[in-house]
């Protein structure tokens, strides 16, 4: 059993489970592909597909197997970049969700790039769930969070606190600042972020603790859409105060309050608790945490 096995075994996992376009993605011929994996089976003694008919399905031995793998393979590949370009290392692969990579990150990579100059820094930003299976994929070395993760094997620091705001149209008949009962918030109309989206998590565990739920009439990536969406009367929304401050300071929407109901939360560092974390990681995230680069 050799490194280049569980490459081509992982291959097939991520090809659907399909040997010719593994054999693709591996630039192999589709019968190698399929002779690796049953060395892998034979080495071990174990099935890791299923075949029915002319299609694969992982057994439950071929889902451990690929658990393993995908770290070990994170790890190789790790020890290959350290060691081949250990002198020249200077990607720094960094990702972050929606809120805090729209509002914080720009910031944070300008100061970090002037004090690490030869440091490429390489961002990816979407939904919290995204972000953390990139790290889970070694495609990210860390990422910035909003709400809580999800992944056991993930160091997960609180670094900053935020809050979520609900916003109405400035036409409906709540005024700025009031406080309404939960009851009056139930029977509004529910614009939200996606499932996945930090800002969605914290929304539904603050209102699944004080017993209820609701079903939205809008649910949307994209913040801007939501805010159009209160603007122009078609509901309320809960959403990050830095994202709507433009809105309301031009008058656009109102912020209310629900008694009763906080929508409070942390801006968390993740990766993984076996992740080597270089100088150069290691200084962006003092950044995050006091604002301050050294070098």
Known sequence: MTIRHLKIFLAVCDSDFNTTK???????????????????????????????????????????????????????????????NWDLSG?????????????????????????YPETEVK????????IE?????NELDFALIEGVCHV?????EEYMEDQLTVISSAESSFRHGQEISIE????????????GSGTREVFDRAIEQAGFSVIPIWEATS?????????????????????????LERGLVIAVRVKGLD?????HIIYHREKFLTSSAKAFLDLCRDGTCSN
Do not use: W
Request: proline share 3%; charged share 25%; hydrophobic share 45%.
């Open 91 to 115: 990607v720094l692969r960094v990702g972050a969700s929606i809120t805090i990579g729209s509002q914080f990150l720009p910031d944070y990579v300008k100061v970090f790039n002037s004090c």
């Open 152 to 156: 056991p094997d993930f160091v997960c």
């Open 184 to 195: 009056e918030f139930k029977r509004q109309k529910f614009l939200l972020r996606e499932h």
């Open 133 to 137: 299976h990139k790290i889970l994929k």
């Open 123 to 130: 961002v990816v930003i979407g939904p919290s769930e995204q």
């Open 263 to 267: 929508f409070g939360r942390k801006f």
């Open 22 to 84: 593994a054999a693709d993605r591996m630039h192999m011929t589709q019968p190698a592909v399929s002779l690796a994996i049953k060395e892998l089976e034979q080495y071990y003694g174990v099935i890791l597909f299923d075949r029915l008919g002319r299609r694969l399905q992982i057994s439950e031995c071929g889902k451990k197997l690929q658990e393993y793998a995908s770290h070990i393979i994170s790890m190789f590949d790790d020890m290959e970049k350290g060691m081949r």
């Open 223 to 247: 913040t801007t859409a939501l805010v159009n969406g209160v603007v122009n009367g078609l509901g309320i929304a809960v959403l990050p105060y830095r994202m709507i401050a433009e809105a």
